[in-house]
């Protein structure tokens, strides 16, 4: 290892871990302390406006002290700050256990706030909007690339400072989140019968609307009858909110 490439290592693992790292000597450390908190504040602003309900439930000292576990032990695989996000996902995923100030939901809750974010910036577009049919049924539709149904084991969507549950209760939360053609990024609480429906539609080899329905009608064994109705209302309402587009022929 050259020279500059010894003192390149020094300052990085400086920047990481100043509490670990008696500096890099020669350079002085008023200096130093520039690029450690200019590192440290940019990541943290990020990570604070990027995730800003996770960032609600942590004091000051406890978020700080999370921010800079990241930086120690997570290596970041891309040198562009929109990814940041991402990698602190992983982080909080695979690196980040057994800290008693974390609520059991941090994951799941990382991951719903991530989601939004990688929405924002999706670089896919909604095709222009066509005239339903008559019958919206007869159409065939597709699962929009900016449509992205998930489940969590906790209800997400209603955790805040205030709403803390401190275990699952069984009951899996299923949403919808979704940038429509204002490119604005909302989302839609929805059952598991819902979340079926949209698995049937991201499905290449899947029929028209009607025989979608079918297909639930026969898993749930009952009569196609049964579903068409709510279902007819269910599909008109999804894509008037750009969650289902028309398919390609």
């Not at 695989?77 to 990814?83: E, I, Q, T, V």
């Not at 699952?168 to 819902?194: C, H, K, M, P, Q």
Request: one cysteine or more; glycine letters at 6%; hydrophobic letters at 45%.
């Amino acid at each position: 290892m050259n020279n500059f490439q010894h003192v390149q290592r020094e300052l990085t693992q400086f920047i990481r871990n100043p509490d670990a790292s008696s500096g890099v000597p020669g350079i002085e450390g008023r200096r130093l302390a520039i690029y450690r908190d200019l590192f440290f504040n940019n990541i943290n602003g990020f990570l604070s406006n990027g995730f800003p309900v996770c960032r609600s439930l942590y004091s000051d000292s406890d978020w700080d002290s999370m921010v800079r576990d990241f930086m120690i032990r997570h290596q970041c695989a891309s040198p562009y700050f929109l990814k940041i996000a991402e990698e602190f996902l992983e982080y909080l995923q695979h690196q980040r256990s057994g800290i008693d100030v974390d609520p059991p939901f941090l994951a799941e809750l990382a991951h719903y706030e991530w989601v939004e974010l990688a929405l924002d910036v999706a670089v896919d577009e909604l095709p222009s909007a066509v005239e339903p049919p008559s019958d919206i049924l007869d159409a065939r539709w597709r699962l929009s690339s900016l449509a992205w149904p998930l489940a969590y084991g906790f209800p997400v969507h209603q955790i805040s400072r205030d709403n803390r549950p401190a275990e699952v209760t069984g009951d899996i939360t299923y949403i919808v989140v979704y940038r429509n053609r204002a490119d604005s990024v909302e989302f839609l609480e929805i059952n598991a019968v819902t979340a079926r429906l949209l698995a049937l539609f991201d499905d290449a080899s899947s029929h028209n609307a009607y025989g979608v329905l079918k297909g639930i009608a026969a898993e749930l064994g009952v009569e196609p009858e049964a579903v068409v109705g709510f279902g007819r209302e269910l599909v008109a309402q999804l894509v008037g909110l750009d969650i289902l587009i028309v398919a390609e022929s």
